[in-house]
């Protein structure tokens, strides 16, 4: 949230409702900037040097995701239910179809 402060000065506010705290980074104050790289707001924040887990997807789940698609289905759907990427379903449909 943003507050004028001043002539043509803005000084963001954390984004947690309540939370009067100037911004830090991503929306965070400096404390729940911290719990959120905790995962306490849901999925942890990855640090450069972290490796991500990576997904490997079966043939037949790489022809389903292929298959779906095809048919015209949202492809952050597509990605949502086999917990892959956006890109990744893109690479498949372009592979497969």
Same mark, same amino acid.
């Given at each position: 949230m943003?507050?004028?402060? #001043? ?5 963001f %506010? +954390? +984004?947690?409702?309540?939370? /009067?705290n100037?911004h830090q980074?991503?929306?965070? +104050?400096? /404390?729940h $900037?911290?719990?959120? %790289?905790a #995962? /306490?707001f849901?999925n942890?924040?990855? %640090?450069g ?5 990576? @997904? ?8 389903k995701?292929?298959?779906? $698609? ?9 990605? $949502?239910?086999?917990? @892959?990427?956006l890109?990744?379903?893109?690479? @498949?449909?372009?592979e497969y +179809?």
């Amino acid at each position: 949230m943003a507050v004028l402060q #001043g002539v043509g000065m803005i000084e963001f %506010r +954390c +984004c947690i409702v309540g939370c /009067k705290n100037p911004h830090q980074a991503r929306g965070f +104050c400096t /404390k729940h $900037y911290q719990q959120s %790289r905790a #995962g /306490k707001f849901g999925n942890k924040v990855h %640090r450069g040097n972290e490796q991500k887990s990576k @997904i490997r997807l079966s043939e037949k789940d790489k022809k389903k995701v292929a298959g779906m $698609y095809a048919d015209g289905l949202n492809a952050n759907d597509i990605a $949502y239910s086999f917990n @892959i990427s956006l890109g990744t379903v893109y690479n @498949i449909a372009k592979e497969y +179809c």
